[in-house]
C-alpha cells in the first residue's frame, strides 16, 4: 500500500498535502457511511474550542490554567538546563556590571564637582579650616557638604583620576554588552533545539492519534496548533523569556545599589512598585481576556477565509459571493473590535506606568536634592541614584509588555500541550505477522461497530471474501460502505466481533504491517506537488524505473505521458490542475499497482470521471484487481457487474449479497438501486450490457 495511503480514509475528501491526509475536514456527509453527523459534532463541541482556520495563530480561547501551562512551557527547558545556566550567568554577569557602573559615573561626577569647589576655594588652607570657618559662620549645610567632597582647595578636576573611572564605565559597558549579545546566541540555539523537539512531538502526536479526533475537529484549528501555536511559543521563548530574567535581574540589582547609596530614597522609589504592579495587573487581566477574543475571532476569520477558498467554484456556481462577502465582513467586524479592544488596553500599560515613574523621579529629585544641599549624600550618589531611578522604571516597563507576549505564548503552550494530550489510539499489541505474500482472505465475523454510544451503526455484520475474488460494496449515502472499508484498515477499532486476514485477526498485527498489505483508491484523486514519475513511485519508495513504467502502462498512465512535453518528469502543481481529473485518477491507480497490495480498496474511483475516461480508468483498474481480493464502493451500478460478490447495505446492515444476475432476480434492494438509475429500454439493455447504456 502506497504511504500516502495509509492514512487516508477511503470515502473521504481528496487532500493537498502529506497532513491534510490525515487532518481531515470535519464531516461532509451525515449518517454511517463517514465519521459522526452534524448532531454528534455539535455534541462533541462548544463555542470556542474547536475553532480556527488555517491560518489562525495563537489561541482560540485564553489560557485557563496559565501557572500549570507556564510551568509545563519552562519544562520543556529541561534537557538543556545545562545551557539555561550558562544564559543566566552570562545575564547576571551583564547586568551585574551594568548596575555597577552608575555608581562609578557618580564618582566621576564627584571628581569633576570637587575639582570645580577646590579650585575656587584659595590655596594654602585646609579643608577642615575651610569647614570649621564655614560653621563659625553659620553656614552648617554647606559645611557638610563640603566635608562629604574630597576637595583639595587651590586644586582642580583631577583628570587622571577621571579618565580612569571613565575609562573603567566603558569597559564595563562593553563587556556588559558582549555577555548580552552571547546569552542571546545561545539562548538562540537552546530554543531551536527544544521548539525542533516540539514539532517532532506534534509530527508524532498526529500519527497516534484515532481517526475520530480528526473527524470531530476542524482541520484548520489542528494545523493553528501545530504549526502558528508551536511558532508562538518560540517567539515567547526567544523574547520574553530572555527580556523577563534580564528585568528582572536589573530590577534585583538596581534595588540592591539604591539601598547601598540611599535607603531613604530607595523607599521613595519603591513606592512606584506595588503602584505599577497593580495597574500591570489589573490591565494586564483584561487584555488576556481581549486577546483571546481577538485570537479565537482571528481563527473563526481564517477559517471562513479557508472555507472560501477551498469552494470558491462552488461559490460561483450558486452565486453566493455576496453571501459568502456579507459573512467574511461580519466575522471581520468582530475581529477589528476585539483587536481594537485588546491592543488600546494593553497600549495603556506602558502609560500608566511611566506616569507612576514619573511621580515617583519627582519625589526622588526633591528628596534627593535636598539631601544633596545638606550634606546628606553627595552630588555623584545623587547622579546615580536618578540614574537608577529611571533605569528602575525602564526594565519593569519591558516586563509588563513581554507580560502580553508570554500570556499568550502560555495560551498557545496549553492549546499544543492539549493537542499533545489527547487520548491516542490504542497501543499496538502485535502478536502475529503475515507473510510476505497473501492470499487475501477476509472474514467479517459478527462484527459490531459505531461512532456514537448512543447511534448504532454496524451490528453483528457476518461475511466472507475469498481470495481473489472482487467484493462490491453498494448502498444508499449513509448505510455503512466506507465504514465496512475503514474497520478493515483499523482506522477505527471495532466495538465487537472480529476481522480476520488469512485466519489472523487485524487487532493482533501492528497497523503498519496490515496497512502495508492494502493499496486503496479513493473517489477524490490526490497527488503531490512533484513529477508525475514520483507520484507513481511513491506506492513503493524502493520501486525501481521497470516496475513504475510497468505500472504505468498496465494503467494506461504511459498513454498520455507520452504525450506530455516533459514526460514522467512532469511537475504536478499544488492543486494538480495540470493533469485532468481521468488523468489524475489514472496516476493514483498506477500508484497503487506497483505498490502490489495483496488487498484492494476502490473507493468511488470512478465517480468524477467521464464516460470516455471510465472506459480506462475500468480496464485500468481490471488490471490491478488480477490475482489479488478487492473491495470495490460504487454508486455507480455499471462498475460492478463482473464482481463475484456484491453486498446490498442498508443502515449498517448487509440485507443481500450475490452475484449481479442473482440480484436482479430478487426484485429486492438492489433491484431498486438499479431502477433507480436506468428505466424502460435502458434497464433492460444495462441487464445485459451496462456499457452500451453508458455510451
Known amino acids: ?86 544564559v543566566l550567568a552570562m545575564v547576571t554577569v551583564a547586568v551585574v556590571l551594568n548596575v555597577i557602573a552608575p555608581r562609578i559615573l557618580g564618582q566621576a561626577m564627584d571628581v569633576i564637582f570637587a575639582g570645580v569647589v577646590g579650585k575656587q576655594l584659595p590655596a594654602g588652607a585646609t579643608k577642615d579650616q575651610f569647614i570649621a570657618g564655614l560653621r563659625a559662620q553659620g553656614q552648617d549645610n554647606f559645611a557638610d557638604m563640603l566635608a562629604r567632597m574630597d576637595v583639595v582647595p587651590g586644586a582642580g578636576v583631577d583628570f587622571q583620576q577621571l579618565a580612569y573611572l571613565i575609562s573603567v564605565v566603558l569597559v564595563m559597558y562593553f563587556v556588559a554588552n558582549i555577555f548580552l549579545w552571547l546569552q542571546g546566541y545561545v539562548l538562540n540555539i537552546l530554543v531551536m533545539r527544544v521548539v525542533r523537539k516540539l514539532r517532532d512531538d506534534t509530527e508524532k502526536k498526529l500519527n497516534k492519534l484515532p481517526l475520530n479526533y480528526f473527524d470531530t475537529r476542524q482541520r484548520g484549528d489542528i494545523l493553528s496548533r501545530v504549526t ?54 489589573i490591565i494586564g487581566s483584561r487584555s488576556q481576556k481581549l486577546f483571546a477574543a481577538q485570537w479565537k475571532n482571528t481563527g473563526e476569520l481564517n477559517g471562513q477565509i479557508e472555507e472560501s477558498f477551498s469552494g470558491h467554484d462552488i461559490v460561483r456556481v450558486f452565486g453566493r459571493d455576496a453571501d459568502m462577502l456579507a459573512r467574511f465582513d461580519e466575522r471581520n467586524e468582530e475581529l477589528y473590535r476585539a483587536s481594537f479592544g485588546a491592543q488600546f488596553v494593553s497600549g495603556m500599560i506602558m502609560p500608566v506606568m511611566q506616569f ?108 466472507t471474501a475469498e481470495p481473489g475474488n472482487t467484493v462490491a460494496i453498494v448502498g444508499p449515502t449513509g448505510a455503512g460502505k466506507t465504514t465496512l472499508v475503514n474497520l478493515v484498515m483499523r482506522f477505527y477499532e471495532l466495538n ?38 514520483d507520484n507513481i513511485r511513491y506506492g513503493k519508495l524502493d520501486a525501481t524505473e521497470e516496475q513504475v513504467l510497468e505500472a504505468a502502462r498496465a494503467t494506461f498512465v504511459d ?21 485532468s481529473a481521468g488523468e489524475k485518477q489514472l496516476i493514483t491507480i498506477a500508484r497503487a499497482f506497483v505498490a502490489n497490495p495483496s488487498l484492494l480498496i476502490l473507493d468511488e474511483a470512478t465517480s468524477s470521471v467521464d464516460t470516455r475516461t471510465e472506459v480506462l480508468v475500468q480496464k485500468a483498474m481490471a488490471a490491478l484487481r488480477t490475482d489479488r481480493t478487492s473491495f470495490v464502493i460504487a454508486h455507480r451500478l455499471s462498475t460492478i457487474r463482473d464482481a463475484d460478490t456484491i453486498l446490498v447495505m442498508e443502515a449498517g446492515r448487509i440485507v443481500e449479497q450475490g452475484r449481479h444476475s442473482e440480484l436482479l432476480e430478487l426484485k429486492g434492494a438492489y433491484y431498486r438501486l438499479y431502477m433507480s438509475q436506468f428505466a424502460g429500454e435502458d434497464a433492460e439493455a444495462f441487464a445485459e450490457d451496462p456499457m452500451a447504456v453508458r455510451s
Open 1 to 86: 500500500m502506497s504511504t500516502n495511503e495509509k492514512t487516508m480514509p477511503a470515502g473521504k475528501p481528496a487532500h493537498t498535502t502529506a497532513a491534510d491526509a490525515t487532518l481531515s475536514n470535519a464531516p461532509d456527509t451525515a449518517g454511517a457511511d463517514g465519521p459522526p453527523d452534524d448532531d454528534f459534532y455539535e455534541e462533541e463541541f462548544t463555542p470556542g474550542e474547536a475553532d480556527g482556520g488555517m491560518f489562525g495563530a495563537v489561541p482560540a480561547k485564553k489560557a485557563e490554567h496559565f501557572w500549570p501551562s507556564a510551568k509545563r512551557l519552562m519544562g520543556l527547558l529541561k534537557p538543556e538546563r545545562a545551557g539555561i545556566i550558562v
Open 228 to 281: 502558528n501555536d508551536v511558532d508562538n511559543i518560540q517567539q515567547a521563548l526567544q523574547q520574553a523569556f530572555a527580556q523577563l530574567v534580564n528585568s528582572a535581574l536589573t530590577v534585583i540589582g538596581i534595588v540592591i545599589m539604591m539601598f547601598i547609596v540611599s535607603w531613604q530614597l530607595a523607599l521613595i522609589a519603591l513606592v512606584a512598585l506595588p503602584l505599577s504592579a497593580l495597574a500591570a495587573g
Open 356 to 463: 507612576v515613574s514619573y511621580l515617583s523621579y519627582v519625589g526622588i529629585a526633591v528628596v534627593g536634592g535636598l539631601r544633596v544641599a545638606s550634606g546628606g549624600m553627595s552630588l555623584g550618589d545623587a547622579t546615580a541614584f536618578i540614574q537608577y531611578s529611571r533605569e528602575f522604571t525602564q526594565p519593569l516597563g519591558q516586563m509588563a509588555g513581554m507580560a502580553n507576549m508570554l500570556q499568550s505564548g502560555v495560551a498557545s503552550a496549553e492549546r499544543v500541550f492539549e493537542f499533545l494530550d489527547a487520548e491516542e489510539q490504542n497501543a499496538e499489541t502485535a502478536t502475529e505477522h503475515l507473510p510476505a505474500k497473501t492470499d487475501g482472505h477476509v472474514d467479517f465475523r459478527r462484527v459490531t461497530f459505531s461512532y456514537s454510544p448512543d447511534k448504532p451503526l454496524i451490528e453483528d455484520l457476518s461475511f
Open 496 to 533: 465487537g466481533g472480529s476481522i480476520t486476514l488469512d485466519g489472523v485477526d487485524v487487532t493482533q498485527l501492528s497497523r503498519a504491517e496490515l496497512r502495508s498489505k492494502v493499496g486503496m483508491v479513493l473517489q477524490d484523486a490526490w497527488l503531490f506537488g512533484g513529477t508525475i514519475y
Open 559 to 579: 498513454r498520455f505521458v507520452r504525450a506530455l512535453p516533459d514526460g514522467y518528469d512532469t511537475i504536478i502543481d499544488e492543486e494538480g490542475n495540470n493533469v
